[in-house]
């Protein structure tokens, strides 16, 4: 899953520009470090998020940025070019976007699901348009 935009953006024809191999990246980047925390939580015995981000703070809310950055410039960019459905991008930017509000504002840990929830039905669509050779040409 961390990489899933890299390589959206590797069968992306025409390619939507740098920002979105950028985007990929710094998304993936940020993905691969969250898949470590949950491994770190695991063997560490971390019995909460509070608890892990106590641990990890700085260094988790710099990669939670970087999958923000990332995820707005890929998303930007494919909607942008055009080819995969304005549904799909659309939903997986709105999943971000409240991931970021919520992470912001005071709100109970489990409303991240909602966002995660959007962000993944946008996924989801962009890979059945791919699936299904349903492409948008601008």
């Known amino acids: 899953m961390p990489w899933l935009l890299l390589g959206l953006y590797a069968i992306h024809e025409p390619k939507p520009g740098v920002g979105a191999l950028l985007g990929a990246i710094l998304y993936g980047a940020a993905f691969t470090y969250f898949s470590y925390t949950t491994l ?3 063997e560490a015995g971390i019995p909460d998020y509070a608890a892990l ?3 990890l ?5 710099f990669h939670g940025g970087l999958m923000v950055a990332g995820g707005l410039l890929f998303g930007g960019s494919v909607l942008r070019a ?3 459905p304005r549904y ?3 939903l997986f930017l709105a999943g971000i976007v409240l991931n970021l509000v919520l992470a912001l504002a005071p709100s109970p840990d ?3 699901t909602a966002g995660s929830l959007l962000r993944n039905l ?4 962009m890979g059945h348009a791919i699936l299904f050779g349903r ?3 601008p």
Do not use: E, H
């Not at 703070?57 to 809310?61: E, H, N, P, R």
């Not at 946008?122 to 669509?125: E, H, V």
């Open 110 to 112: 489990i409303l991240q």
């Open 88 to 90: 799909a991008v659309l």
């Open 57 to 61: 703070g700085v260094v988790y809310t």
């Open 40 to 42: 770190y939580a695991l």
């Open 82 to 84: 055009g080819w995969l």
């Open 135 to 137: 492409q948008y040409p």
């Open 122 to 125: 946008g996924l989801m669509g």
């Open 53 to 55: 981000w106590t641990d």
